[in-house]
Structures are given as structure tokens and as C-alpha cells.
């Protein structure tokens, strides 16, 4: 009743999620970076503007009609003050050449307000009804930073209805290849979609009245999260509660026995899974460190769900809900003789060589790293596609400086501007005749200027990247000039360095906290560091094999900066579950059996529920290459790739043959591991299951 009650009131708001992301620059941007400075000193000079650039192109040469044409285009554009157009302030046309020209470039810009970004693809929209599509051999296209971000702004579109659609048929057909049961699989999918609306309408409220910010990015992974990371715990807990079925009439007594033993454990792996979101809090990228509290909350909001609303359900709907396999009581539980069983009692017998084979086979695919290339993509490398930005960014190259339309903004004292423009003209990649103030810009401001420059390569280069630095060393020399160096490359570049100190800060903080809470929960030291160490291979074999994947299967160019970051904290963050389960199973049952046998046992009653876990979550994850974008393509291939390694070989077989070897000393400090070893010939499932019982505490 009380979901009832919630889910009422937080509905209407889930659904303004949309509205109250930010996805202007500013929510993208290092806060203390000097491009973000620049972007917020030159809105006291202008507002704040994102150019769309027309290209016209012939290549035998622009005929007069071509000419005659443009020059209409023009006067029509200058007319346009829809969606933020600022059509009086259109610049050109430019020609390539003066004499025989054979491209012309129309410089519009668009003004960014309150509406940010939802300005983008309605003013490119209504620039492109304006001068149309070409055609009779003239190239015709909108490209430059609002033509590439008015396609970015349509990959966007709808991000958040795909991914739910994407992920729901991925849980839907997991769970009725893991129930069996068509009645069954509605109760964590109800249960997973009350948990979503209930996150995303929290997430909207505090974006609104909190100043949480959240852009398109979050906002996507957070329905990947919920969905995954909530289903997951819905299939570990009803594993349980089908097992206590098995051995107690009454179904409130197996549920509450049920959340008893397995309860801990998922109440440890959303705990992990939270923290290690939080620690994205450190991050420099205001990206990232928005993603920390918007996964957070939604991880905690699904980890409430499925530990209040999921288990009511089951227990009012009762045992019929597991038709056809209805578990009733006295009936064996299949597990007990299955093929994680099998496996234990193989593996078991020389667990020392198999550990050494699996983490010698992870080490040598973690070879695959010599292949990344997490150095940033480019805007043309950035869609799976070629959207029209894009191909006219290709032409506007072939006959313009490469870095037109996106040029570099740089704003200094008024007194020392002289000094400082003929710094910018005299350094290696500018054009030094492209300096100048844009039209609709105030000459100065309280004793600032700004101007612009064009550079001689592609904006998001690393050619481009290389002059920025170069431009910034040269305006930092003048004395008292007090310059910056901003825009559109100079952003890019800053994220690079922000990020790449987020991969140094945060990676570690995420170890530690997953470190202590294992502790905590196992009561030991030897456990969670063999786990923690499992985890850090089974990432590099992911990312290595993900690596090799993109250059040769999918022939993409390049990893995004932050890729290595986000793979790592949802991998060990969510990996870490399975181990979790199953390391937790192992210890309560090495509290009865012993440390060996437990090890067996464990693995055969967690090893169907977990491998279905990891099937859901890695196909949710895989949902992300639904986007029509590289960077998201390559997060959801990665993380969904690290899960099934950490399903189905990491935990599987490499935990299990480290912990049967390492033997009750894996439990080291506590007392079980002071369990008397038993002879060789008797590990695995050779030691008699009547061992005194011992508290697990």
C-alpha cells in the first residue's frame, strides 16, 4: 500500500525528468577549468551563442546561379529569429577563393538561454527549411558546433524511452529463460519499474530545488542501472526464498527466512554499488561528478524495492506464482546435483593449476590494452553513422582551414590586447588573419576583451589541441595581460587532462571502498583481497578483449576519455555482487561443513541464479549499443563483456579454485579460519557434511 501511495504521487514527476537536465556546456566542463571560465567571461560580452555553419560546395566550381542562390540564402537567414537564431548577426557568404570559387561557407549563430540545448535541433531545423538540400551537383550541408550538436542533440532524443524499451525486453526474455514462468517474471518487473519512476521523480525534484544537476548521459545510465542492478537483486532474493519453500510450509516464515540468509548479502551489494557511485562526488568532470548522485540514488531506490515491495508481492501472490515449477515442500532442490555442483567437485580436485591456467588465460587477454586508445573521439568518429554534421564537416575541410567555425575564444585585459593578439597571430596553427571581434560582441567590458581565431586543423584534433596549448603559453607570457583561452577545442582539452586526473583519483577510492566493505561483511582480510584482486583481472581482460574488439571488429577509432573510468566503477561495483553472493553463501555454509566443502556447496546453490543475474545485467548493459553513439556503444560492449567474464569464469572457476586451495585461511582474521585442515585426499566434497555446526559471527 505504501508503493501504492508513493508510486501516485512521484509518477507526475518522473516524467519531467526530461525537462530538468542540463546538457549545456557548463554541466560537461571541469568547474574550475580555464575554458569553462572563459565560456562564463564571455557571456558578459555576448550571449551566450553556439555557431551553425551553411556549406555550399561544387566541385567543377560554383556556377552564378550557385552564387545567386547563396546570396538569397542569405538575405533569408539574415530574416530568421526563431529558436534562439540570431539571423540579423549571419556572416558571409565566404568563399574559398575570390576568383573561381568552388565552396562558400554562411556563418549563423544561435543564441543559448535558459533552454539550452533544446534550442539546437529546432534552429538547425529551421536554418536547413531555409536553404534546403541542394541537389543538380550542389552540396548543400549544416555542419560546425550547432550542426554536430543538433545531431548529438537528436541521438539524444528519446534516450530515455529507447533504453527502458531496450532494457525491458532484455529482462523480460532473461527472466522467462530463468523462471520458466510467465506469472513470475511480472513481479520484479513491476517491482523494477515502481523503483525506476519512484528514482527518477526524487532525481527531478532535487534537480529542481537542489541544484542536482543531470544531463542525457546520467539520465540514460540511470535506467540501465535501475533495471540491471534491480532485477539482479529480485533474482538473488527469490533464488533464496524458492530454496526455504522447499522446506517450509508456511511461504511468510521461507520469506522471512529468506531475507534472513540472503538479505545481507544484497543489502552489502547495493551498499557497494552506492558508495562506489558517491566516490564520482571527487571527479573534476561536473559530468561525472553529476553521475555519482543520480546513480547512487537510483541503485538505492531499487536496492529498497526489491527488499520491501518485491518480497511483499511474492508472498501475497504465494507459491501459484512459480507455475509451472511450483516449489513445494519436501521437493529436492535441483541445484544439489546440477552442473555448478558437477563443477565444484571437478574443480575441486586440482584447484591450485586451475586457478593458475584461468588467471594466466585473464592475464594474457588483458594483453588487448596496447590497443586502447582512451585519448578522446573526434566529432567525426563520434556516431556509429555519418550524420550530415558530420559529412559536411568533410567538405567544409576540403577548401576551408580546417578549424572554421569553432574557433578559439580568448579574453584578456584591454590595455595589453594589442600585445596579446599579436601573440595569438604569431603561434604555430592559427590563422593569423582569421583574429577579430565577432559581430553582436560588446568591445569591452570592465577592461576585458574578447576575440576570436581560427586554427589551421580540425577543432577536436589533436593538431588543434596542441595549438591551444601553444596559445596558452604564448598569452600567459605577456605580462599583466591576465588572458585566457577558450572555446570549443580548449574545452575539449581541459575534460581530457580533468578526466585523466579522475582515473588517477577515483579508480583507487573505489578499490578501498569495495576493500572495506568486503571486510566487513566477510570479517576477514584474505577473502576480500584474493576478491579485490580477481576483480582488477577480470577488468584488464575485459578492457583488453573490448579493446582488440573495437579495432578489428567494429573498426571504431577511439575510446572517449572517460571510458576506462566508467567501465571500472560499474564493473567492480556491480561485479562484485556475484562475488558477494557467493562468497557470503560459502562462509555460512563453512560455518556447518566446513571451509572446502562450503566452497563446493556454495558454488552449486548460487552458481544457475548467478549466471542469470549476469546474463540480465550484461544485457541491459549491452541495451547502450541501441544509442547511435561510439562512446555509448563501447561503455555498454565493455561492461557487458566484464560481467560475463566475471559470471562465468571469474567467480565461477577462479574464485572457487582460490578459495579451495587457500582453504580456511581465506577467513583469516576470524575464527573459521582456524578450522582444523583436513587431509588432502579429503578436500571438496569428500569431508563429511556432519561437521559440527559453527557460527558463521
Same mark, same amino acid.
Given at each position: 500500500? /505504501?508503493?501504492?501511495?508513493l508510486?501516485f ?9 526530461? +525537462?530538468?537536465?542540463?546538457? =549545456? ?14 565560456? +562564463?567571461?564571455s557571456?558578459d ?6 555557431p *551553425? ?6 566541385d ?16 533569408e537567414l ?8 540570431r539571423?540579423?548577426?549571419t ?22 538561454d535558459?533552454k ?25 550541408h549544416?555542419?560546425?558546433?550547432g550542426?554536430t550538436?543538433? =545531431?548529438f ?12 524499451i ?57 535506467t ?24 517450509h ?5 521461507a ?5 534472513h ?8 551489494s ?9 566516490v ?8 561525472t ?7 547512487a ?5 531499487a ?8 518480497p ?37 580436485a ?11 588465460i ?7 590494452l596496447?590497443?586502447l ?33 569553432d574557433?578559439l575564444v ?6 595589453q ?28 567590458f ?6 576570436e581565431?581560427?586554427m ?15 596559445v596558452?603559453? *604564448?598569452v600567459?607570457?605577456?605580462p599583466?595581460a ?7 577545442t580548449a *574545452?575539449? /582539452? ?10 588517477? /583519483?577515483?579508480?583507487p577510492l ?23 584482486g580477481t576483480v ?8 583488453g578483449?573490448?579493446?582488440?574488439a ?14 576506462p ?22 562462509r555460512e ?13 556454495g ?38 563483456l ?8 571469474v ?11 587457500v582453504?580456511?585461511?581465506?577467513w ?6 582456524k578450522e ?11 569431508q ?9 559471527d
Open positions: 500500500m /505504501l508503493w501504492l501511495i508510486l504521487l512521484t509518477a507526475p514527476f518522473a516524467q519531467k525528468l526530461t +525537462d530538468a537536465q542540463d546538457n =549545456d556546456a557548463s554541466s560537461w566542463l571541469p568547474g574550475s577549468a580555464e575554458s569553462t571560465q572563459v565560456l +562564463d567571461l557571456e560580452f555576448r550571449p551566450e551563442q553556439i *551553425a555553419i551553411v556549406v555550399y560546395a561544387r567543377g566550381g560554383l556556377t552564378a546561379q550557385d552564387r545567386a542562390r547563396i546570396t538569397e540564402d542569405v538575405a539574415k530574416r530568421l529569429t526563431d529558436h534562439g537564431i539571423g540579423a548577426e556572416r558571409g557568404p565566404t568563399f574559398d577563393r575570390p576568383a573561381d570559387p568552388r565552396a562558400a561557407q554562411i556563418y549563423v549563430p544561435i543564441t543559448m535558459e539550452g540545448w533544446e534550442r539546437i535541433a529546432p534552429a538547425v531545423d529551421a536554418i536547413r527549411d531555409d536553404v534546403g538540400d541542394g541537389g543538380a551537383g550542389l552540396a548543400v549544416i555542419t560546425g558546433p550542426g550538436s543538433a =545531431d542533440s537528436e541521438a539524444f532524443e528519446g534516450i530515455d524511452s529507447t533504453l527502458l531496450s532494457a525491458m525486453a532484455v529482462v523480460i526474455v532473461m527472466l522467462l529463460i530463468t523462471y520458466r514462468s510467465p506469472s513470475l517474471l511480472l513481479v520484479p518487473l513491476l517491482s523494477v519499474i515502481a523503483a525506476l519512476f519512484t528514482a527518477q521523480a526524487l532525481i527531478y525534484l532535487l534537480a529542481e530545488h537542489a541544484g542536482l544537476t543531470v544531463n542525457g548521459q546520467s539520465a540514460g545510465i540511470l540501465v542501472l535501475v533495471f540491471g542492478a534491480g532485477t539482479d537483486y529480485a533474482l538473488l532474493l527469490v533464488a533464496r526464498y524458492r530454496e526455504e519453500l522447499r522446506r510450509e508456511d511461504r511468510h516464515e520469506m522471512a527466512l529468506a531475507l540468509r540472503a538479505g545481507p548479502a544484497v543489502i552489502a547495493g551498499a557497494t554499488v552506492v558508495l562506489s557511485m558517491l564520482l562526488l571527487a571527479a573534476e568532470m561536473n559530468s561528478r553529476g553521475l555519482g548522485p543520480v546513480a540514488i537510483g541503485v538505492a531506490v536496492l529498497l524495492a526489491m527488499m520491501t515491495l518485491f511483499a508481492l511474492l508472498v501475497v501472490f504465494g507459491r501459484w506464482i512459480f507455475w509451472p515449477a511450483i516449489p513445494h515442500l519436501g521437493t529436492p532442490n535441483p541445484a544439489d546435483r546440477g552442473l555448478w555442483a558437477r563443477m565444484g567437485g571437478r574443480i575441486s586440482r584447484p591450485r593449476m586451475v586457478w593458475g591456467v584461468t588467471a594466466a585473464l592475464a594474457i587477454c588483458s594483453l588487448g596496447i590497443q586508445r582512451a585519448e578522446g573521439i573526434s566529432n567525426a568518429d563520434a556516431f556509429t553513422g555519418k550524420p550530415d554534421s558530420i559529412v559536411g564537416q568533410e567538405v567544409s575541410a576540403r577548401y576551408f582551414p580546417a578549424g572554421s567555425g574557433p580568448v579574453i584578456s585585459n584591454e590595455a590586447a594589442r600585445q596579446v593578439g599579436e601573440a595569438v597571430a604569431a603561434t604555430r596553427g592559427v590563422v593569423p588573419e582569421s583574429l577579430g571581434l565577432p559581430p553582436g560582441t560588446k568591445p569591452s570592465e577592461g576585458k576583451v574578447l576575440f581565431a581560427t589551421t586543423d580540425p577543432a577536436d584534433s589533436e593538431a588543434a589541441k596542441q595549438t591551444v596549448e601553444r596558452r603559453d *604564448a600567459h607570457a605577456v599583466d591576465d588572458a585566457q583561452v577558450g572555446g570549443g *574545452a575539449l /582539452l581541459d575534460m581530457d587532462r580533468a578526466t585523466t586526473h579522475d582515473n588517477i /583519483l577515483i579508480i573505489v578499490l578501498v571502498v569495495v576493500l572495506l566493505i568486503l571486510c566487513a561483511l566477510l570479517r576477514a582480510l584474505i577473502s576480500p583481497l584474493l576478491l579485490v582488477i583481472l577480470s577488468f584488464a581482460a575485459a578492457l578483449i573490448s579493446a582488440l573495437f579495432r578489428y571488429l567494429f573498426d571504431y577509432a577511439g575510446e572517449s576519455t572517460d571510458f573510468l566508467f567501465v571500472f566503477v560499474f564493473l567492480v561495483a556491480l561485479g562484485i555482487d556475484y562475488n558477494i553472493f557467493l562468497t557470503t553463501r560459502i555454509e563453512a560455518a556447518r561443513q566446513g571451509t572446502r566443502p562450503g566452497v563446493v556447496t558454488l552449486a546453490a548460487t552458481g544457475a541464479v548467478i549466471t542469470s543475474a549476469g546474463l540480465v545485467l550484461a544485457g541491459t548493459f549491452a541495451a547502450l549499443g541501441t544509442l547511435p553513439m561510439v562512446a555509448f556503444a563501447e561503455i555498454g560492449f565493455a561492461v557487458a566484464g560481467v560475463l567474464l566475471d559470471t562465468f569464469i567467480r565461477s572457476v577462479l574464485v572457487t579454485s582460490l578459495f579451495l586451495d582453504g580456511p585461511k581465506v583469516w582474521p576470524h575464527a573459521l579460519a582444523e585442515e583436513p587431509h588432502p585426499g579429503a578436500r571438496g566434497t569428500e563429511p557434511a556432519t561437521t559440527a555446526p559453527r557460527s558463521p
